[in-house]
């Protein structure tokens, strides 16, 4: 059984791609990591590969904590930052284990986990994952070091089905497959897709971003998380001081 991790960019509907064409329908799992601070073209995106591979996607909203992403940054009282990615690990890879532990483990079936990570991407990901082969089984702890106890590790492992892939290797093998890509690729604020904006990415992104119609509705929420708890939302490459929201 492969569970593919699903998030509406075209790296995550490469390995779903793959798995499909090498498996039964049957035996693949997607599953989206629902944040709630996700585009309406992400969600519809997702119906769309829905209805393309005749498939059902399950989603995770924050797990057993139940949170999205502006609910979760009131209870923690911040917004993310760079050395604070309490979105990634709480929306993400809590998120991710506790639907496991939910709804497939008991024990004794066993799951590929097919991430879309690609050393191309950035530096941090070259670095991290240099060693790392794509055609290679690796332990969850190996990528998210102590986030699975003995037990789930033991029925989980990890592969990297296009770790060695460009970018266009990418849209080329989606074109060259028939599979539609989310539009958002076409809006050409991002070279990727997720949340909306990302608020670990780069001030010229979500410049970009928040100058959209939806971006102004994002931009009115921030604002509104700003009152709620008392803190000035800092684009996370940009210097201490005011809101750089505020200027726009």
Same mark, same amino acid.
């Given at each position: 059984?492969?569970?593919? !991790?699903?998030?509406?960019?075209?790296?995550?509907?490469?390995?779903?791609?793959?798995?499909?064409?090498?498996?039964?329908?049957?035996?693949?799992?997607?599953?989206?990591?629902?944040?709630?601070?996700?585009?309406?073209?992400?969600?519809?995106?997702?119906?769309?590969?829905?209805?393309?591979?005749?498939?059902?996607? #399950?989603?995770?909203?924050?797990?057993?904590?139940?949170?999205?992403?502006? *609910?979760?940054?009131?209870?923690?009282?911040?917004?993310?930052?760079?050395?604070?990615?309490?979105?990634?690990?709480?929306?993400?890879?809590?998120?991710? +284990?506790? =639907?496991?532990?939910?709804?497939? #483990?008991?024990? +004794?079936?066993?799951?590929?986990? =097919?991430?879309?990570?690609? @050393?191309?991407?950035?530096?941090?990901?070259?670095?991290? #994952? &240099?060693?790392?082969? !794509?055609? *290679?089984?690796?332990?969850?702890?190996?990528?998210?070091?102590?986030? #699975?106890?003995?037990?789930?590790?033991?029925?989980?492992?990890?592969?990297?089905?296009?770790?060695?892939?460009?970018?266009?290797?990418?849209?080329s093998f989606l074109k060259q497959e028939g599979i539609p890509i989310n539009p958002l690729y076409d809006e050409? @604020?991002?070279?990727?897709?997720?949340?909306? !904006?990302?608020?670990?990415?780069?001030?010229?992104?979500?410049? +970009?971003?928040?100058?959209? !119609?939806?971006?102004? &509705?994002?931009?009115?929420?921030? &604002?509104?998380? *700003?009152?709620?708890?008392?803190? +000035?939302?800092?684009?996370?490459?940009?210097?201490?001081?005011?809101?750089?929201?505020?200027?726009?």
């Amino acid at each position: 059984m492969v569970i593919v !991790p699903v998030s509406g960019g075209k790296d995550s509907t490469a390995c779903l791609t793959i798995a499909l064409k090498r498996y039964d329908k049957k035996d693949i799992i997607p599953v989206f990591y629902d944040t709630g601070w996700e585009h309406e073209a992400t969600y519809k995106y997702l119906r769309t590969l829905e209805d393309h591979f005749r498939i059902n996607i #399950y989603r995770t909203v924050g797990g057993k904590r139940g949170k999205t992403l502006p *609910e979760l940054i009131k209870s923690i009282g911040k917004f993310p930052y760079g050395l604070g990615r309490f979105c990634t690990m709480y929306l993400k890879q809590y998120a991710f +284990k506790d =639907w496991y532990k939910d709804f497939l #483990y008991d024990g +004794k079936q066993c799951y590929e986990v =097919w991430f879309g990570m690609r @050393t191309g991407e950035g530096h941090q990901r070259a670095r991290k #994952y &240099k060693d790392f082969d !794509p055609g *290679e089984l690796y332990d969850m702890a190996d990528l998210f070091p102590r986030r #699975y106890n003995k037990k789930l590790r033991a029925t989980l492992s990890v592969r990297l089905p296009i770790l060695d892939w460009t970018t266009e290797d990418v849209f080329s093998f989606l074109k060259q497959e028939g599979i539609p890509i989310n539009p958002l690729y076409d809006e050409g @604020t991002n070279d990727r897709v997720g949340c909306y !904006p990302c608020m670990l990415a780069g001030r010229g992104v979500q410049e +970009k971003m928040l100058a959209t !119609p939806f971006g102004q &509705k994002r931009l009115a929420e921030i &604002k509104e998380l *700003e009152e709620a708890i008392g803190e +000035k939302y800092k684009m996370y490459d940009t210097d201490q001081g005011s809101c750089e929201l505020c200027k726009m």
